[in-house]
Structures are given as structure tokens and as C-alpha cells.
């Protein structure tokens, strides 16, 4: 089984900053491809970037520009660096992995999950 732990969010004030980190534990060599969804009140869970373990990536056509993932395979960490934040941001951010090496968007792609970050973006 695979684990994936989310900390880094918070409550963040308009045009700041954060970096949400997502550490994999238990069966890793299960997990090649991982990412981010986030799911704001009341809609539907969104993709916003993914990353292959050779490093491939792939953004969300609204994460482009003010985000930034990233990965460090010597600590089974993956990143989410965000710049500029919204209000519109504001979600609950959840990590995930796959057991293919392929740039999935979709949730059912996903065999694995975190219990999910909380950013609120308010003045």
C-alpha cells in the first residue's frame, strides 16, 4: 500500500505565496507518475499539474504561470509551488500518484491519494 502525506497549507492573504509538499511512503516503487488535484467549495475536484518520476510535466491551463511542480525522488516528495495567490485558489489540495509513468488529468487515473492540504486565500 501506498501512503501520501499533504502539509504545507494554510491561510494565505491575497498575492502570497506557498509550497505544498506531499511525501509517499509504504510500497514506492508502486508509484511513478504523481500531481496535484484541488477542489474548491462546492465544485468539482480540479487537476492542476502533474509530474512523471523522469521529470515530464504538465499544468493545467489555469495553474500555468503561478505554479510550479516539482519532485525530489531521493525523498519520495512532491511539490507545489505557488506564486501570486487568489482567492480563487482557495481549495482543498489533494496529492496523488499512479502506478504509470504517463501525464494523467483525470482522478480515476489515480490509484493513490493524500487526505488532502487546505489553502484559504483571504485578506
Known amino acids: 500500500q501506498v501512503q501520501l502525506a499533504e502539509s504545507g497549507g494554510g491561510l494565505v492573504q491575497p498575492g502570497g505565496s506557498l509550497r505544498l509538499s506531499c511525501a509517499a511512503s509504504g510500497s514506492i516503487d508502486k508509484i511513478y507518475a504523481m500531481g496535484w488535484f484541488r477542489q474548491a467549495p462546492m465544485k468539482a475536484r480540479e487537476w492542476v499539474a502533474s509530474?512523471?518520476?523522469?521529470?515530464?510535466?504538465n499544468y493545467a491551463d489555469s495553474a500555468k504561470g503561478r505554479f510550479t511542480i516539482s519532485r525530489d525522488n531521493t525523498k519520495n516528495t512532491v511539490y507545489l509551488q505557488v506564486h501570486n495567490l487568489k482567492p480563487e485558489d482557495t481549495a482543498v489540495y489533494y496529492c496523488?500518484?499512479?502506478?504509470?509513468?504517463?501525464?494523467?488529468?483525470?482522478?480515476?487515473?489515480?490509484?493513490?491519494w493524500g487526505q488532502g492540504t487546505r489553502v484559504t486565500v483571504s485578506s
Open positions: 509530474i512523471t518520476s523522469h521529470g515530464k510535466i
Open positions: 496523488n500518484a499512479r502506478a504509470l509513468n504517463d501525464l494523467g488529468i483525470l482522478p480515476r487515473e489515480y490509484d493513490y
